[in-house]
């Protein structure tokens, strides 16, 4: 009889370490929602602006559809923090790393945004750039102090960036490429 209790109790924290593991799967099995950051879930335009960036990268670029979901939704939240197109970060990411998180440039430039970390130590301190989200976000936070280091000229903020006026001239003509997917008011009139 004193085994009874004894297996009840070992039968009881078994289902709620796999009621545990189980939790933490179905967010992202259940919905592409669930993987977004809340203020992404919230605003509808955004969502669907997300979306039809997640699909371009899927299509055109061929990551993968859950990789492709992490960035266009790490985009969108960035872009949105620190007012910045989302054509923009997009253009920019496809021409330093081509949607490869692992991406290593000269000097030592890391990951989808091509951060240099002694660049910018302030910012990357621990922050793992190899992380898309992370990486993101510090990119974008550096692009947008060289936006407003130079008086909110884009083109001069891009040149810092990249290094040379024809980085520039590159990075504008790509972003209207990603335009129509990643523009959010463009989202609204398509879809409703």
């Known amino acids: 009889m004193r085994r009874l209790p004894v297996l009840f109790a070992a039968l009881v924290i078994s289902l709620s370490a796999a009621h545990a593991a189980l939790a933490q799967e179905i967010p992202l099995a259940a919905s592409d929602t669930a993987a977004q950051p809340a203020a992404l879930q919230q605003d509808p335009k955004a969502e669907q602006a997300s979306h039809k960036i997640s699909d371009m990268l899927t299509r055109k670029f061929g990551v993968a559809r859950e990789k492709a979901q992490t960035i266009a939704a790490a985009v969108m939240s960035s872009a ?10 997009l253009a920019i990411i496809s021409i330093e790393s081509r949607f490869k998180e692992t991406a290593r440039g000269p000097n030592n430039a890391t990951g989808l945004m091509q951060v240099v970390p002694s660049a910018h130590k302030k910012l990357v301190r621990n922050v793992d750039l190899t992380d898309p989200e992370d990486n993101i976000e510090t990119g974008s936070a550096i692009l947008h102090g060289y936006v407003k280091s130079a008086q909110g000229d ?3 903020a891009l040149k810092n960036y990249g290094g040379s006026r024809a980085y ?25």
């Open 80 to 89: 949105s923090k620190y007012s910045l197109p989302p054509a923009l970060l």
């Open 154 to 156: 884009v083109d001069a």
């Open 168 to 192: 520039a001239e590159k990075v504008s003509l790509r972003a209207k490429a990603f335009e129509p997917a990643a523009s959010v008011d463009a989202a609204s009139g398509s879809g409703q």
